[in-house]
């Protein structure tokens, strides 16, 4: 339907569409959306356009509003193959965490408070105390926003105005262009590099110390690695040297993977107990990669190291809120209770590629059950990824669900996958086929992308 004039602003908000726009996003964005849709489309109706009438006014005005309410993060279905995918958010947390959160966190909480002694509590409390119990250790915790930042403290705490001592092998660049030399020079640490890029011996550390030392650093370069004629100085030759010369020892170990049964993919990745074995004074690491939980950065200690971190104001800038806490607490209490498979992340890397096939047949079948001749579909051998810089070599085996639309192109099925509907769906294309991998759907992604798929033929 079409108007002669302009509909009048006054007349618009008095209409029952409008009313129901204003209820639902607030008077002054109804407005603003519903003046903008009105003035592009009377500047159309001046260069020969017919003028909308209000109902198309109005839907166009619920359109724009509703992209401009959208949320700030929205759901996406990974069929990436891509675990631990670092643009998606990395390690997905189990929905009853969030329901359990929702419970306990939407009043107040005790989380500096101790409510038996009725006195100010320790906000790290509870989660050193989950760490200790995993762990087996008296290793004190200290947690913050993450692991750059455990990093950052790491260093300025002990051994600001020093030197750190790292091999140039170690000297890595994490995520979004971070570099470990910039970071230490925030910190305030003065970097000393020792050995080769290819080969560090225990011995460059010893002649590298001084009385400027502060630090003999080690990091564990977990996001790519040096093949072929190599040396590397172990943890606990370098916890050797700490004592012989009575400097503190730091291992940045990355990922933080503390689950007892290791998946093959995941062999040669060093863990959070074969750290503390080595008994370094502190190790930093993730808490949203390979523990599988929310975004965290965690600092086990020696108790009396622990201390000085806790006394460091640049702690109080770099430390976390209760969401985070809890989150974290939540993850935890599954490697506890024994039930680490429930940990989304850590499920999906131990699933079998037996399994994964049998799963994706099924999947196969259904959808050309439901579409037939709709699609080409097979289930394709492919290499998903563990992701977040972790086992970069080790490839993952992830059968995946291979999908050709008959008559059309893989790039424009992606496309709709990614942008038609909500919640948006990631896949891969892989010779003209958008492969959509097994291994990173979550139990209720099935119905979504079968649904998805069969809405495809309304194109």
Same mark, same amino acid.
């Given at each position: 339907?079409?108007?002669?004039?302009?509909?009048?602003?006054?007349?618009?908000?008095?209409?029952?569409?409008?009313?129901?726009?204003?209820?639902?996003?607030?008077?002054?964005?109804?407005?603003?959306?519903?003046?903008?849709?009105?003035?592009?489309?009377?500047?159309?109706?001046?260069?020969?356009?017919?003028?909308?009438?209000?109902?198309? $006014?109005?839907? *166009?005005?619920? &359109?724009? !509003? +509703? #992209?401009?309410?959208?949320?700030?993060?929205? /759901?996406? =279905?990974?069929?990436?193959?891509?675990?631990?995918?670092?643009?998606?958010?990395?390690?997905?947390?189990?929905?009853?965490?969030?329901?359990?959160?929702?419970?306990?966190?939407?009043?107040?909480?005790?989380?500096?408070?101790?409510?038996?002694?009725?006195?100010?509590?320790?906000?790290?409390?509870?989660?050193?105390?989950?760490?200790?119990?995993?762990?087996?250790?008296?290793?004190?915790?200290?947690?913050?926003?993450?692991?750059?930042?455990?990093?950052?403290?790491?260093?300025?705490?002990?051994?600001?105005?020093?030197?750190?001592?790292?091999?140039?092998?170690?000297?890595?660049?994490?995520?979004?262009?971070?570099?470990?030399?910039? $970071?230490?020079? *925030?910190?305030? &640490?003065? !970097? +000393? #590099?020792?050995?080769?890029?290819?080969?560090? /011996?225990? =011995?460059?550390?010893?002649?590298?110390?001084?009385?400027?030392?502060?630090?003999?650093?080690?990091?564990?370069?977990?996001?790519?690695?040096?093949?072929?004629?190599?040396?590397?100085?172990?943890?606990?030759?370098?916890?050797?040297?700490?004592?012989?010369?009575?400097?503190?020892?730091?291992?940045?170990?990355?990922?933080?993977?503390?689950?007892?049964?290791?998946?093959?993919?995941?062999?040669?990745?060093?863990?959070?107990?074969?750290?503390?074995?080595?008994?370094?004074?502190?190790?930093?690491?993730?808490?949203?990669?390979?523990?599988?939980?929310?975004?965290?950065?965690?600092?086990?200690?020696?108790?009396?190291?622990?201390?000085?971190?806790?006394?460091?104001?640049?702690?109080?800038?770099?430390?976390?809120?209760?969401?985070?806490?809890?989150?974290?607490?939540?993850?935890?209490?599954?490697?506890?209770?024994?039930?680490?498979?429930?940990?989304?992340?850590?499920?999906?890397?131990?699933?079998?590629?037996?399994?994964?096939?049998?799963?994706?047949?099924?999947?196969?079948?259904?959808?050309?059950?439901?579409?037939?001749?709709?699609?080409?579909?097979?289930?394709?051998?492919?290499?998903?990824?563990?992701?977040?810089?972790?086992?970069?070599?080790?490839?993952?085996?992830?059968?995946?669900?291979?999908?050709?639309?008959?008559?059309?192109?893989?790039?424009?099925?992606?496309?709709?996958?990614?942008?038609?509907?909500?919640?948006?769906?990631?896949?891969?294309?892989?010779?003209?086929?958008?492969?959509?991998?097994?291994?990173?759907?979550?139990?209720?992604?099935?119905?979504?992308?079968?649904?998805?798929?069969?809405?495809?033929?309304?194109?």
């Amino acid at each position: 339907m079409t108007a002669v004039h302009p509909p009048k602003m006054d007349r618009l908000l008095d209409s029952i569409g409008a009313k129901a726009l204003i209820t639902e996003y607030g008077r002054r964005a109804a407005k603003k959306a519903l003046r903008e849709v009105l003035a592009s489309s009377v500047e159309r109706w001046r260069n020969g356009d017919k003028m909308p009438c209000e109902e198309t $006014v109005i839907a *166009a005005a619920r &359109s724009r !509003l +509703k #992209e401009s309410f959208r949320p700030v993060l929205r /759901r996406v =279905v990974n069929g990436s193959g891509v675990v631990l995918h670092t643009n998606l958010g990395r390690a997905p947390i189990p929905g009853e965490a969030f329901s359990r959160a929702s419970e306990q966190l939407s009043g107040y909480s005790d989380l500096e408070i101790d409510l038996d002694a009725d006195r100010r509590g320790h906000r790290g409390l509870r989660i050193e105390r989950y760490f200790q119990d995993l762990l087996d250790t008296n290793y004190r915790t200290i947690v913050v926003n993450n692991n750059a930042g455990a990093v950052l403290l790491l260093l300025n705490t002990l051994a600001f105005g020093r030197e750190c001592l790292v091999s140039r092998g170690e000297l890595v660049e994490i995520g979004g262009g971070f570099r470990m030399p910039e $970071v230490m020079l *925030a910190s305030g &640490s003065i !970097l +000393k #590099e020792v050995g080769t890029t290819n080969r560090t /011996r225990i =011995v460059d550390y010893e002649n590298a110390c001084g009385e400027e030392s502060g630090l003999l650093l080690k990091v564990h370069t977990s996001n790519y690695r040096v093949l072929g004629f190599t040396e590397t100085v172990s943890l606990e030759e370098l916890t050797a040297l700490g004592k012989k010369t009575g400097l503190p020892v730091g291992f940045d170990l990355g990922s933080g993977m503390v689950m007892e049964e290791i998946p093959p993919a995941l062999s040669g990745e060093p863990t959070v107990r074969s750290a503390l074995a080595s008994a370094p004074d502190a190790i930093t690491f993730s808490a949203d990669k390979l523990l599988g939980g929310c975004q965290a950065g965690i600092i086990l200690a020696k108790p009396g190291v622990a201390e000085r971190f806790r006394t460091n104001p640049l702690l109080r800038a770099l430390r976390v809120d209760k969401n985070t806490y809890f989150l974290l607490g939540e993850i935890l209490d599954l490697y506890r209770r024994g039930r680490e498979n429930e940990i989304p992340a850590i499920a999906m890397l131990k699933r079998s590629a037996k399994t994964l096939r049998e799963q994706a047949e099924k999947l196969a079948s259904r959808l050309e059950n439901l579409v037939p001749g709709l699609f080409d579909i097979e289930v394709a051998e492919a290499e998903g990824r563990v992701g977040a810089g972790s086992a970069p070599l080790t490839p993952l085996s992830s059968p995946a669900l291979s999908i050709i639309p008959v008559g059309g192109g893989a790039g424009a099925l992606s496309a709709f996958l990614r942008t038609g509907g909500e919640p948006p769906i990631l896949t891969v294309i892989s010779n003209d086929r958008v492969l959509i991998h097994l291994r990173t759907l979550l139990e209720s992604d099935e119905e979504l992308l079968l649904k998805r798929l069969c809405s495809y033929k309304e194109v």
